[in-house]
T-cell receptor, first 115, second 114 residues
Framework: NAGVMQNPRHLVRRRGQEARLRCSPM?????VYWYRQLPEEGLKFMVY????????ESGMPKERFSAEFPKEGPSILRIQQVVRGDSAAYFC?????????????FGPGTRLTVL | GESVGLHLPTLSVQEGDNSIINCAYS??????FIWYKQESGKGPQFIID?????DKRQGQRVTVLLNKTVKHLSLQIAATQPGDSAVYFC?????????????FGKGTLLTVNP
């Protein structure tokens, strides 16, 4: 059973460009979470999605950031007009369809560097 | 501020010794706690969890202790091995708010010396 997949693993963007981060949950999981980790810090919750629904985006910056989890395909975290402060590791986690309080399993992350 | 934090940012132990990593939380409504291990360049890996109706839970070489009175959580690793070297995070979840949102502490770096 493959784990949570994320791609790309490393992404370099110049200021003002767009970044698209992809996450495929574990098989059978329909709940997806995105977290951001700054160097030497813990993970910070960004957004929680189920298929075609954003359940909680309270951790998302108000501007430039958006997320989706379409009926088909991976979840996408999109950052428009990136700035240097967006440089971080972005982790996706998924949990079983049994409920959001189930254990969250994390992917390997996408490390975004903004030049 | 953070509702979950760690007492020690770094911990260095000898191979074969037992390790204890501590974590404090401030939200008395928290009822689910998880320990994750994160190796360099990788995502957090689930180690063990515990719910607030328990005060101790054991896994393979790991034990989590929960003291709700002082809002303290600890992870004990028995016979620590070089492969245990990583950053360890505690995370909490509280039913009073968004019951799917994990709040992470800053992490403790465990270094195992051969």
């Amino acid at each position: 059973n493959a784990g949570v997949m994320q791609n790309p693993r490393h992404l370099v963007r110049r200021r003002g460009q767009e970044a698209r981060l992809r996450c495929s949950p574990m098989k059978g999981h329909s709940h997806v979470y995105w977290y951001r980790q700054l160097p030497e810090e813990g993970l910070k919750f960004m957004v929680y999605l189920q298929k075609e629904n954003i359940i909680d985006e309270s951790g998302m910056p108000k501007e430039r950031f958006s997320a989706e989890f379409p009926k088909e395909g991976p979840s996408i975290l999109r950052i428009q007009q990136v700035v240097r402060g967006d440089s971080a590791a972005y982790f996706c986690a998924s949990s079983p369809a049994g409920g959001p309080r189930d254990t969250q399993y994390f992917g390997p992350g996408t490390r975004l560097t903004v030049l | 501020g953070e509702s979950v934090g760690l007492h020690l940012p770094t911990l260095s132990v000898q191979e074969g010794d037992n390790s204890i990593i501590n974590c404090a939380y401030s939200n008395s409504a928290s009822d689910y706690f998880i320990w994750y291990k994160q190796e360099s360049g990788k995502g957090p890996q689930f180690i063990i969890d515990i719910r607030s109706n328990m005060d101790k839970r054991q896994g393979q070489r790991v034990t989590v202790l929960l003291n709700k009175t002082v809002k303290h959580l600890s992870l004990q690793i028995a016979a620590t091995q070089p492969g245990d070297s990583a950053v360890y995070f505690c995370a909490e979840n509280y039913s009073g708010g968004s019951n799917y949102k994990l709040t992470f502490g800053k992490g403790t770096l465990l270094t195992v010396n051969p």
